[in-house]
């Protein structure tokens, strides 16, 4: 039987630090190269045969992850912040950080995260830049209003950015000079550009073959539509990655961290450790579904009078997660 290698990478954006360990622990190969798929190729051909790499979770983390497949018996991505021999030690460089990657891989003590499929990752990055332009698209819409303001023109707030009042704003109004005009011309210009564009995208995956079944099933649920179920089936990927509710609820950012030693117990608010885009989708959905659900809306009002507002959008929040996994856990898979 061959004696399986292991190779601890560190990633970065113009170069690649390696290290190369048998199981003994002894160093066999380490250094740096280009991090380009050029220079990976000459390297992997003088690795020794079998071989195994890991590498931390970086936004350089997923292309190299899947040039390393045909290659690789196996290849694993470590969570960062559970990496704490590199965190916290005295000493650091990326000649030790690949070291100590290769050891953890070699000792089975990395701390390994969920790497979802390269389909799945083309499409989210799809959705997270529809994101960005919507955004962005926000940011033109106050921008317009704030010239207004500057200028001391009155306008109607909610009939703002309706094509039809836009224009008749700018024909008829006279604290609107010709440069003003050009600006708010720009700027609406751009809104309906980008507004066009979030839109291809959107319907783009809704039309997606992989994810056409399964954004249909989610919207059977009440209140949910065409972003929450893209959101949640893209970024949640596959459900069976969860080995618990608990965790599955964690990583949407649905609790706060716990901190306990002997008999005190200390809860903390929401973490920054989760998804921040399912997240916001969730916090947006949970303030939205009231105005479309009857049933959501008494749910909702059940727990406002516990608390304030926000405690009651948490927990309902964590209440509609929960009706979600019950139908994960029927027949339908969401």
């Known amino acids: 039987m061959q004696s399986m290698y292991y190779i601890g990478l560190d990633v970065h954006k113009r170069t690649i630090s390696y290290c190369v360990k048998d199981g003994s622990g002894k160093i066999h190969a380490d250094g740096t190269i280009p991090a380009t798929r050029f220079d990976l190729d000459p390297w992997m051909r003088t690795l020794p045969q079998p071989w195994t790499a890991a590498m931390e979770a970086t936004v350089f983390t997923g292309w190299i992850y899947d040039y390393l497949l045909p290659h690789a018996a196996a290849r694993k991505v470590a969570h960062p912040l559970m990496l704490r021999a590199i965190a916290a030690a005295k000493k ?8 100590k990657i290769c050891d953890c891989l070699r000792c089975d003590f990395l701390p390994e995260c969920y790497m979802a499929s390269t389909a799945i990752r083309d499409r989210r990055r ?3 830049y529809r994101n960005l332009l919507v955004r962005q698209m926000v940011q033109m819409k106050n921008k317009i209003s704030g010239l207004l303001m500057e200028a001391g023109v009155n306008y109607n707030k909610q009939r703002l950015h309706k094509a039809g009042y ?5 024909a008829t109004n006279p604290d609107i000079d010709e440069g003003l005009c050009a600006l708010l011309r720009l700027c609406r210009e751009t809104v309906i550009r ?6 291809a995208l959107v319907r783009s995956l809704e039309r997606d073959a992989l994810l056409l079944e399964r954004v249909e099933r989610l919207m059977s ?6 972003i929450t179920a893209l959101t949640w089936a893209l970024e949640i990927g596959d459900v069976q990655c969860f080995s618990s509710i608990k965790k599955a609820v964690s990583y949407c950012g649905l609790c706060g961290a716990e901190k ?7 809860r903390t608010p929401l973490s920054k450790q989760r998804n921040k885009h399912l ?18 809306a008494m ?13 009651a959008t948490l927990e309902w929040r964590v209440s509609w997660y929960r009706i979600w996994l019950q139908w994960i856990a029927g027949k339908k898979s969401f």
Not at 92 to 99: E, F, L, V
Not at 166 to 170: K, S, V
Not at 260 to 266: A, D, F, I, L, P
């Open 92 to 99: 650091k460089n990326d000649r030790i950080d690949a070291s």
């Open 126 to 128: 799809t959705l997270r």
């Open 166 to 170: 836009f224009r008749e704003l700018l």
């Open 194 to 199: 980008l507004q066009k564009t979030e839109s």
């Open 221 to 226: 649920i009440p209140a949910v539509g065409p």
């Open 260 to 266: 306990s030693s002997g008999n005190t117990v200390q």
């Open 279 to 296: 997240q916001t989708t969730l916090i947006e959905a949970a303030k939205m579904a009231p105005r479309n659900s009857p049933d959501l």
């Open 299 to 311: 749910l909702y009002d059940r727990e406002k009078q516990k608390g304030n507002a926000n405690r």
